[in-house]
Structure formats: structure tokens, C-alpha cells
């Protein structure tokens, strides 16, 4: 900003517009205490066209001044950059984060106040420095006046301060509210099969009308809030207006000054007093140190993997060093101490009941999950010593529940890296038989895909997401219940290339219940029987 700031022709425009600005004021005196005493000559035609192409040269240079800052500003993503920076470095995945509520609030304001139009901003800060003459003049033309206004200037901040404060408590409120209401709706949409077969609609629909009913109070609280500051500032204005007039009606009795300074005196006034009044908002946006320190402490609490080594080969051997992890809900640790390691070309089926640990331990070993205690080694490395893009190529990883990015099954494709083609995403939507469903399509890969209410069913989904995996074709195969929800169709697709990577010497993870995954495993994991000496089986289910 302060770059910005410092632009030759921005600084000349600036002092030229705040001199023209005083052209009016100056008329005012000249025309009403001397032609108007003393006759009207030639002199007054020249000063009022003078005075017109001032005016019309100040409107000009304030368009140049706005164009100007547009085009830095549209040049100048550094602000939009930085928020992005900022939320890069930290790892959502992080267990803790849940349970900061206002997590959603606090990353809005950031991205508002990050990308906030700074033109009003610079503009009032090239502006203030020239308050300071209109004040001197206002000084130099009354003094009564001048303490007036300054007396005025003072009951006015005091209002902004108060009226400011509770604006932001209701308007914190109010968005609160906001997003109650946007998570029962976006789970009405979710779930509405759920609720039409369990529930009753009329007391689902309860909660919407409660909660729209407390939206509806503090929306109306919070712009009444507004409307009183306007009409108490408009009413201060106007009080100020009157005492300035009745002030300087006195003096002009007194014959200590003229009418025509009274006049210029309220121009100069009116021109001051919302600049001064708006200074406050001025320094409140421009101060981001609270939240630069609110998502430095966010990167620092939850900081999100940042190694730097890159392996030129990794040949998939992964070990599990002493990990424990808990849930802050939970008074019971998931994992306590757990050691596991997976040799390349191995398979191993990791099995339990529901709710045992089966996808924690998938996104512990992916790295999306960090262990409270412990190490998660790849090749003998430490994770958080690998370069993040280089370590998500080691994995073909397929989640239990396919998430999509929101967009083409194309883009979904293409962000696996910058180097997979058309041609890579047409052989292995071949590869998985899914040729047939995608040419039903109207526009095959350019289909959008999406998480809710989607087309594709979840075996279709479940192949997709394989598809899309395996353009990695990384040495780690790692699946969260591949087969569950499939078809037979669907689920053969999964146990070819299950042995297509046997073949290939690929270490393969698998949390599944299926018997015919299981029937090929090298190693079984029970996490039913953790706590158990012998809770890794050879060649055999317990």
C-alpha cells in the first residue's frame, strides 16, 4: 500500500485536487463580501468561469486518481496471494482444528479484509494530510468557530467508537446465526431421504423457522444499529450547521466578519467533517496485525508438513514408530504406541470393527492425520522431512467415501500433476471399464462431477476415484474399504488391479473387510486385538 502511496502522479494529482477543492470557498468570499458591496464588473464573470473550469479540473483529476489505483490494484494480487500463502502453511487436517468453532468466521474475515478495494483507503490517505490546512483555514477565518467544530469533531468520534463496537458485536452474532442456518439447509439437501423416512419434516422444518426468526431479529437489530448512527451523525452535522451559523451571525453583527466568509466557512466544514469522522474506519482496515497474528499462530499450532528432500526412488517399505494418537472428544486413546511396518511387495489386509481406527490409520500412514506421539517413516525417512508434492506421488490411495474436487471428471484428473494428458485420463477410464458409462454422457470427461445429489452412482464413484489414483502409479497401494458398496462388476475391477500391483512388487495396504481381499494377504491386522501380543496374523483371519 504505502508503494502505492508514494506514485509521482498520484502525489501531483493529489495536491492539485485539494488546492482546486478550495476554489468554491474562495469564490464564495470574493463574490459575497466584494462584488456584492461594491457592484458587479467584468472581474466576477472571469472569477465564476475560472472557478467552473476548477471544478471541472478537480472532477477530472479525481477519475484520474481512481483509474489510476484500479489499474495498480487489478496489477497487485499480492494481498489475495498472501491470504492463500497464509492458509497453505496450515494443515486443516489436523485433528484439534475441529474443535475451533469460529474457524469458518475468522478465515472469512481474513479473505475479506485481504482482498478489501484499497482505493477508498489510499485515496483518504493521500487526502488527510491537507485536512490539517482546511482546519488552519477554518482557524484563521473564526476562532469560535474553529473550537466549535473541533468540539463537534470529539462527540462525533465518541459516537463511531460506540456505534462501531456494537456493530461488530451484532454483526458477529448475525453471521453466526447465518452459518447455523446454511448447515441445516446444505443437511436438509444431504440427507433429505433420511429425514423424509425418519423423521418428522414439520419439526425439521421447526429448526429452519427458529433459527430464521433469530436471523430475521438481528438482521433488523444490526441495520436499526446502523440507521441510528446515520441519523444521529446527520443530526450532529446539522446541530453543528446551526451553531456554526448562529456563531458566526453574532460576528457578522459585530461586524468582525462578513456573510460570504460565514458561507465558506460551512463549505470547508462540510468538506472536513466526514473525512476526519471516517478516519477511524480508515486506521481499523488498515490494521491487519491482529489477524496476521491470529493465522501465524493457526501455522504454528497446526503447521502443515513443509520437508524439503525429494526421493529419486522410493521403493515403498513403510514403518509405524511407537504412534499414539486421541481424539480431544475421546477420553480413550485410538492408538497407543503403535510399531507396524510394511515391506515392499507385501500385502497386508488391516481389519476390525467399525469405528476401531481403520480410516484414522489410513490417513496417519498418507500423512493426512499427524500422531499426537511417534514416526511414520517411508524408505527409513521421516515424513515431515519429505517434500509434500514429491510425497503424494509415492501413493495410488482411494478413500472409503470418493471426494471430488467441485468440477470436470477431466480437472479431477488433472490435478493428480501437470503432467498427465488427455490421453492418460482416456486410457485409464479404459483401463476400469468406464468407457460405456462416460459415452452415455453428453460430455464424457467434461461430465462435472460432484459430492452431493451426483450421477454417478457410488460403485461408479468408487471407479473414478481408482482411475484417478492410479495416474500416481506410485509404489504404494493403500485402499479404506475399496470393495464396500460395489457391485460384483465394480468389485473385480478393484481385485485386478489389486494383482496387477502384486505383480508389479507394490507394497499394498488394504482396511477392508472383504474375504477374497483378505484370502490374498501376506499379513492380516486386527485392531479388535491391539492390546494382544499376536494381533498381526500370517496368511490366516482370526
Known amino acids: 500500500m504505502l508503494r502505492k502511496l508514494f506514485k509521482i502522479d498520484l502525489i501531483v494529482s493529489t495536491i492539485l485536487i485539494n488546492i482546486l477543492s478550495l476554489a468554491l470557498p474562495l469564490y464564495v468570499i470574493q463574490a459575497l463580501t466584494r462584488y456584492l458591496n461594491h457592484g458587479i464588473s467584468d472581474t466576477l464573470y472571469v472569477l465564476t468561469i475560472g472557478t467552473f473550469f476548477a471544478l471541472i479540473l478537480e472532477l477530472f483529476l479525481r477519475n484520474y486518481r481512481i483509474i489510476s489505483l484500479e489499474e495498480s490494484q487489478l496489477n497487485d494480487n499480492r494481498k489475495s496471494n498472501n491470504y492463500f500463502q497464509k492458509l497453505s502453511e496450515i494443515n486443516f487436517e489436523d485433528k484439534k482444528l475441529s474443535l475451533i468453532k469460529d474457524l469458518p468466521q475468522r478465515l472469512k474475515k481474513y479473505r475479506v479484509l485481504s482482498n478489501n478495494n484499497e482505493i477508498n483507503i489510499i485515496t483518504s490517505l493521500l487526502d488527510s494530510p491537507f485536512i490539517i490546512v482546511h482546519l488552519i483555514i477554518i482557524y484563521l477565518l473564526s476562532k469560535p468557530v474553529f473550537l466549535l467544530f473541533i468540539l463537534f469533531i470529539i462527540i462525533g468520534y465518541l459516537l463511531k467508537i460506540f456505534s462501531s463496537k456494537s456493530q461488530r458485536i451484532k454483526q458477529n452474532k448475525l453471521n453466526n446465526d447465518k452459518d447455523k442456518n446454511h448447515y441445516l439447509e446444505k443437511d436438509f439437501l444431504k440427507n433429505f431421504q433420511t429425514i423424509s423416512l425418519y423423521s418428522d419434516i414439520d419439526k425439521y422444518f421447526k ?182 508434492e514429491n510425497f503424494k506421488n509415492y501413493f495410488v490411495s482411494v478413500t472409503q467415501e470418493p471426494i471430488f474436487l467441485e468440477g470436470t471428471i477431466k480437472e479431477n484428473f488433472l490435478s493428480i500433476n501437470d503432467g498427465i494428458t488427455d490421453n492418460n485420463i482416456v486410457s485409464a477410464i479404459s483401463r476400469f471399464n468406464l468407457d460405456e458409462y462416460l459415452g452415455e454422457t453428453e460430455k464424457g470427461i467434461e461430465t462435472l462431477i460432484d459430492n452431493e445429489g451426483s450421477k454417478f452412482s457410488l460403485g461408479i464413484k468408487k471407479r473414478l476415484a481408482l482411475a484417478r489414483a492410479s495416474l500416481t502409479d506410485g509404489p504404494i497401494i493403500i485402499f479404506d474399504e475399496p470393495t464396500e458398496g460395489m457391485d460384483r462388476e465394480g468389485s473385480k475391477i478393484y481385485y485386478k488391479y489389486l494383482n496387477e500391483a502384486k505383480k508389479e512388487n507394490k507394497t499394498i495396504i488394504i482396511l477392508s473387510h472383504d474375504k477374497e481381499i483378505i484370502k490374498g494377504a501376506n499379513n492380516i491386522i486386527n485392531l479388535n486385538h491391539l492390546k494382544q501380543p499376536d494381533f498381526i496374523f500370517r496368511n490366516k483371519l482370526n
Open 207 to 388: 429448526k429452519f423457522k427458529e433459527q430464521e426468526k433469530k436471523i430475521n431479529k438481528n438482521q433488523k437489530s444490526f441495520f436499526t444499529l446502523i440507521q441510528k448512527f446515520e441519523f444521529n451523525t446527520a443530526f450532529i452535522r446539522s446541530l453543528l450547521s446551526m451553531l456554526v451559523i448562529f456563531v458566526a451571525c453574532i460576528s457578522i453583527y459585530e461586524g468582525q466578519m462578513e456573510i460570504g466568509v460565514l458561507i465558506a466557512l460551512n463549505i470547508l466544514i462540510a468538506k472536513t467533517f466526514s473525512p476526519i469522522i471516517n478516519f477511524y474506519d480508515l486506521i481499523k482496515n488498515m490494521n491487519y496485525g491482529d489477524l496476521d497474528n491470529d493465522f501465524n499462530s493457526l501455522s504454528k499450532l497446526y503447521p502443515k508438513r513443509n520437508g524439503k528432500i525429494t526421493l529419486k526412488k522410493c521403493n515403498g517399505k513403510i514403518e509405524l514408530r511407537k504412534i499414539s494418537l486421541q481424539y480431544p472428544e475421546h477420553k480413550i486413546s485410538i492408538f497407543e504406541n503403535l510399531s507396524l511396518k510394511f515391506e515392499k511387495g507385501s500385502i497386508t489386509v488391516v481389519t476390525g470393527d467399525n469405528g476401531i481406527g481403520k480410516s484414522t490409520l489410513f490417513r496417519i500412514i498418507t500423512g493426512i492425520q499427524k500422531p499426537d506421539k511417534g514416526e511414520i517413516l517411508i524408505d527409513n525417512i521421516n515424513i515431515e522431512q519429505i517434500s509434500q
